[in-house]
């Protein structure tokens, strides 16, 4: 199946910093990806969608200008959580679906954001 | 708005058959339903999917209701490997996947 990636795995950073977080397709082309949250022992809450080449849609609640996203290629989307603060401590996963086989989408293995 | 409904647990032993119920009472003509399904600290794993008809793959089966309201997950013969929570969302092909609760699967030896 396909493969998508997620850089770093996991990250430990200093409250007050910024952190990017990584989201690559690595044998298909998503012209659209998704970033979702997850904290211990829930569900999986999608933050927002994210076009290839347009402004990501946020869902109601997560704030645009603390969560940067961008989607400059159809294999790459990043998402910076920027000044950080022990709140923000979350499993963060992205998906991508692939443009050729729009039912389908694809998750990464996630990144663990630890914020000290 | 939960549109779906799943039990919070389940148990199954090893090498039999694991049956996730799921019901979607308020599903609409032009939603599929998929499942999916996480391990521990991993991203989610696609199982299946399906529209009105019976599915079946290498992973799982989906049998749908005639009436479409609601649906089963069949792990013909689960192993331990298959402990992991699954999710039951309805949607429109076109949207992202919105995840409920879904139903903590134990298989035990």
């Known amino acids: 199946g396909a493969v998508v990636s997620q850089h770093p795995s996991r990250v430990i950073c200093k409250s007050g910093t910024s952190v990017k977080i990584e989201c690559r397709s690595l044998d298909f082309q998503a012209t659209t990806m998704f970033w979702y949250r997850q904290f211990p022992k829930q569900s999986l809450m999608l933050m927002a969608t994210?076009?290839?080449?347009?402004?990501?849609?946020?869902e109601q609640g997560v704030e645009k200008d603390k969560f940067l996203i961008n989607h400059a290629s159809l294999t790459l989307s990043t998402l910076t959580v920027t000044s950080a603060h022990p709140e923000d401590s979350s499993f963060y996963i992205c998906?991508?679906?692939?443009?050729?086989?729009?039912?389908?989408?694809?998750f990464g293995p996630g990144t663990r954001l630890t914020v000290t | 708005d939960a549109k779906t409904t799943q039990p919070p647990s389940m148990d199954c032993a090893e090498g039999r058959a694991a049956n996730l119920p799921c019901n979607h009472s308020?599903?609409?003509?032009?939603?599929?339903v998929y499942w999916y399904r996480q391990i521990h600290s991993q991203g989610p794993q696609y199982i299946i999917h399906g529209l009105k008809n019976n599915e079946t793959n290498e992973m799982a089966s989906l049998i749908i209701t005639e009436d479409r309201k609601s649906s089963t997950l069949i792990l013909p013969h689960a192993t331990l490997r298959d402990t992991a929570v699954y999710y039951c969302?309805?949607?429109?092909?076109?949207?992202?996947?919105?995840f409920g609760k879904g139903t903590s699967l134990l298989v035990t030896p």
């Open positions: 308020t599903i609409s003509g032009n939603e599929y």
């Open positions: 998906s991508a679906r692939d443009t050729d086989v729009s039912y389908e989408q694809y």
């Open positions: 994210s076009n290839e080449g347009s402004k990501a849609t946020y």
């Open positions: 969302i309805v949607k429109d092909s076109g949207y992202a996947l919105n």
